[in-house]
């Protein structure tokens, strides 16, 4: 129990004003001769008293946002609010991710993060977010940390145009977010990675990462009996792939089930089928593609 | 040796978070009466009583240096005291009491406006002993006592708003029993609202449990004084 003579109840009848910031911390602020800040931790009990206010300030209120304590006071026999603010680090950005951003035919790194709450930190105009990137040959060794942006305090996503073919290759690239406040404090730095360096149709075949549906034309084309049809699938779903004869007639089923995504190859034997124009048609989710094979014996 | 350990010692009291200069600000408040913040993300909100013949409550917004931002008249008539002031990132309530009712007034985002509530009324001829606020997921929890005679039969009334209402919800007659239950305030926690208020000089406190959506017993925290209840994380306290 704290053993206080504080000056009050005035005639709101407030005792003490208190706030809880996010590192668990319970704060109070209240008047003696002076007005005195306080607080709680749940593994130390209470801070020893800290000075706020050298008056004695008969109004007093106590606000937090994050680990920052905001105060507003005044003594009975003056007219103009004090305002004080306890800075503290601002919290780590929230919900930061990479993810792919497509334009014309090119992808690039899209970051995204919450905006943080503490107010020193929407405030500001530029230098609120800073964004740092390093990047290394897969396996290989990371360059050195460089800043690429100093965002504004209500900016919450940045697309990273200097990085090509972004979601798979031989490179990677990390991007580090950290928040700073008007007074200069940082958050902890948060950091996402993601490959890229290869076109797209390499980054299928060298890391199986596919970002659209396809079907490819069947090899060898003409075939006697048997070829090969490859496609690609961008999301798990049911997949169907038939042959038909050019009447529409349903000639084979050579894939019916769920399948992840991937890159597939099927094979189609046609020993007893007469020679002619077939038509293979894939289907996955709203994706439908047709295309033709001749069978020559 | 001594340079590494001053360089040390100045990095500490450079990165350590520590309270800024005092900034007086432009608020003016002569006949200054109560004087109560919340802190989001859009700054620091002020709300203040004046003393007056019909008193007035002003509604101040500072940035995170002290500038202030917005300046609202929210009640100049009819004798408004008690403002409070709670809210959450995007939501700001200022409660407070104006002749026998309880006046809430929300803050619009879309309109810039204060839209009020529909009011709380009480028996005219009421003493009024206090009023308090706070807001959480469940919605505006509000507390009041009120009641016909100066120092007995002085209720602490309980009222909640959920998000989206139009309407209060969960009346509950707090303090039941109690001789005069005034000054109260509440606080919230994971589950519970935590209604602290002062009966005949000894300090109490209700709880209602949102899991079981009960009240339980009313508890005696102290045996004089008025005192503020404030929920801190897993422990309640009780300052008086």
Known sequence: MLNYSVYGPGDDKRVI??????????????????????YYNVSTGWSSEEVISNNFERFFSLSSTSNDLFTVFCSSGSSNIIYRQFDA????????SVSIHQSGSNYY???????????????????????????????????????????SGTTSSYIDYTIGNAGGGDREAEYRLTAIDIGNNSSPSQSVIIDYGFNRAEKTAVTGIVRDYSLEQNY?????????????????????LKVYDV??????????????????????????????????????????????????K | M???????????????????????????EPALFSLENFANKDGIHIVTQRSSSSNSIMYYRLNSVGIVQATTVIETQGYAEFPNITGANDALYI????????????????????????????????????IDNVYDTRGLHLVFASGPYDHQDIKTKYYRYPIGWYNYT???????????????????????????????????????????????????????????????????????
Do not use: C
């Open chain 1, 247 to 296: 009447l529409g007639t349903e000639i084979a089923v050579l894939v019916n089930e769920n399948k992840p995504a991937g890159v597939y190859e099927v094979n189609f034997n046609a020993s007893g089928l007469p020679s002619g124009m077939y038509i293979y048609k894939l289907q996955s989710g709203s994706f439908t593609d047709v295309k033709k094979m001749l069978l020559t």
């Open chain 1, 17 to 38: 004003s208190a706030a809880n910031t996010a590192d668990n911390k319970t704060h109070i602020i209240y008047p003696t001769y002076n007005l005195i800040h306080r």
């Open chain 1, 109 to 151: 790194p899209k970051l995204t993060w919450q905006l943080n709450n503490e107010p020193d930190i929407r405030l500001k105009t530029s230098n609120a977010y800073k964004i740092e990137r390093r990047t290394r040959p897969l396996n290989g060794s990371w360059s050195a940390w460089s800043t690429i942006a100093n965002l």
């Open chain 1, 220 to 240: 060898p084309n003409p075939f006697n009996p048997s070829t090969k049809i490859s496609y690609s699938i961008k999301e798990e779903g049911l997949v169907t």
């Open chain 2, 2 to 28: 001594k340079k590494i350990l001053l360089i040390i010692l100045l990095l500490a009291v450079y990165l350590y978070p520590q309270w800024n200069t005092a900034v007086s600000t432009t608020i003016n």
């Open chain 1, 89 to 96: 680090a601002p919290l780590a950005p929230s919900d930061y």
């Open chain 2, 95 to 130: 409660s407070y009491r104006k002749g026998n009712n309880i006046i809430t007034k929300k803050y619009n985002y879309s309109t810039n406006v204060w839209d009020q509530l529909q009011p709380i009324t009480f028996n005219s001829q009421d003493n009024f002993r206090g």
């Open chain 2, 170 to 240: 969960d009346y509950k007659d707090v303090s039941e029993q109690s001789y005069e239950a005034a000054y109260p305030t509440v606080t919230v926690s994971a589950n519970k609202v935590h209604v602290g208020f002062y009966d005949s000089g000894i300090a109490k406190t209700r709880d209602k449990n949102f899991i079981t959506n009960t009240w339980e017993s009313i508890q005696t925290v102290y045996d004089h004084g008025i005192h503020n209840v404030y929920s801190g994380g897993a422990k309640l306290f009780s300052f008086s």
